[in-house]
């Protein structure tokens, strides 16, 4: 690991950013999950099609990469707390025009307000803003922000799944729009100031500071390996996370135990993500991902196994353990291996291809369910996708303990 020699940029302010980072995620992503819940309240509304409210909660995470990137690069000019706060206006905006209905209002309304404009302003800012609080432990840090869309899905799904059965999915999306407006904008305007880590000039214009091989290999070339395995592993993760609910509802299990059950399966991962983000700085971003990246994948063929509520509830606390660490050590690897003067450009890149996966995730198995008319289909595609990333997180791996070992 490579850590500075220079005395410490990190306070007691750099956590309290951290924290208020965590809510704003928290509140946010907390958007994304009324669909999941809904899904099969949504996809009643147009024949029993799961793949069109599955496709809104794709456009959710394919936007947010999308928008991570120019949303990124305006931060570095205005200032993350003003990409935060039109974040969070934009979030709710899209959430009241996805009451509209579907298929064309909850697609705008997810696609481009709540995931392009909404999360894209506010979820790969966050990761460059406070990695660029902490220097000693990034790692625990970038864990700890990236916990809040987890920790969302821990606490919202039970939350939602009373409020639509009692109101409604649209009444449920307009109160929540209120809620998530009123929580980031005060906390944004209050903690979201300028960063210690200062960017020089010279280095931000892509000059000293870069690096002519990164493993021996040319730098474009291991980042474009990383982001392909983003893919990757994104797309067997976003398959529980998006159609757990109706999977069970399938077995005949009830709404409110699925729900309850995403609620553990992203309880595990915030509670798990801290574990990781300790272990990633000790043996670093490269070889975290490897590790969680196979523990997922062994999830996911349990998944493929497990029929009772018992085995599920068992299948989803490990799925959660297993893939909670993976994202934040992605992010603390391109910390790792590339300036941080490319970092406003490397990490919103990294993040759009993991949003990539998580919206070809959703949707494809949206998508083979409706093909099929049962889930093991995707879970098996999900599985190989999963294993294709192995290899090649693997061969970076395998590169980095061998130069290791010879220079």
């Excluded at 490579?2 to 950013?17: D, K, M, N």
């Excluded at 077995?251 to 990781?276: C, D, E, K, N, Y």
């Excluded at 192995?390 to 290791?404: E, F, H, K, N, Y």
């Amino acid at each position: 690991m490579l850590q500075p020699q220079s005395p410490s940029i990190e306070t007691r302010a750099s956590w309290a950013v951290a924290t208020g980072a965590l809510v704003t995620m928290l509140m946010a992503f907390g958007a994304a999950w009324i669909t999941a819940v809904a899904l099969k309240d949504i996809a009643a509304e147009v024949n029993g099609v799961r793949s069109i409210p599955a496709l809104a909660s794709a456009l959710a995470w394919l936007g947010s990469g999308v928008g991570g990137i120019l949303m990124g690069r305006i931060a570095d000019r205005v200032g993350t707390r003003w990409t935060v706060i039109c974040g969070a206006l934009m979030i709710g905006l899209g959430l009241t025009i996805s009451t509209f209905g579907p298929p064309w209002p909850l697609w705008v309304g997810h696609g481009i307000f709540i995931g392009l404009i909404g999360l894209g302003g506010i979820n790969a800012p966050m990761y460059i803003y406070v990695s660029r609080w902490f220097d000693r432990r990034r790692g625990s840090a970038l864990a700890l922000i990236s916990s809040g869309s987890y920790l969302a899905g821990a606490m919202w799904p039970p939350v939602f799944e009373r409020a639509i059965a009692g109101f409604g999915w649209r009444q449920t999306m307009l109160w929540y729009a209120i809620a998530e407006i009123a929580v980031i904008i005060p906390i944004a305007a209050i903690y979201f100031r300028a960063p210690p880590e200062v960017i020089a000039p010279a280095a931000a214009a892509g000059g000293a500071g870069g690096r002519s091989s990164v493993l021996g290999w040319p730098p474009n070339l291991v980042f474009g390996t990383m982001c392909a395995a983003a893919v990757l592993c994104c797309i067997p993760m976003a398959m529980p996370q998006g159609h757990l609910v109706a999977f069970c509802s399938d077995l005949g299990i009830s709404r409110a135990t699925g729900a309850l059950m995403l609620s553990v399966l992203l309880g595990t991962a915030f509670l798990s993500r801290q574990i990781w983000g300790a272990i990633s700085d000790r043996i670093g971003g490269l070889a975290t991902v490897l590790i969680g990246s196979a523990w997922q994948a062994a999830s996911m063929v349990a998944f493929l196994f497990t029929q009772n509520e018992a085995g599920l509830f068992t299948i989803a606390a490990a799925f959660g353990l297993g893939f909670s660490g993976i994202i934040p050590a992605y992010v603390l690897a391109l910390r790792e291996l590339f300036p941080a003067s490319e970092a406003s450009w490397r990490i919103p890149t990294l993040l759009l291809f993991s949003g990539l996966g998580m919206a070809l995730g959703g949707w494809l198995a949206g998508l083979l369910y409706d093909h099929y008319g049962f889930y093991a289909p995707a879970f098996a595609a999900g599985i190989g996708a999963n294993i294709l990333n192995l290899v090649l997180i693997g061969t970076l791996v395998g590169r980095r303990s061998l130069r290791a070992a010879y220079i």
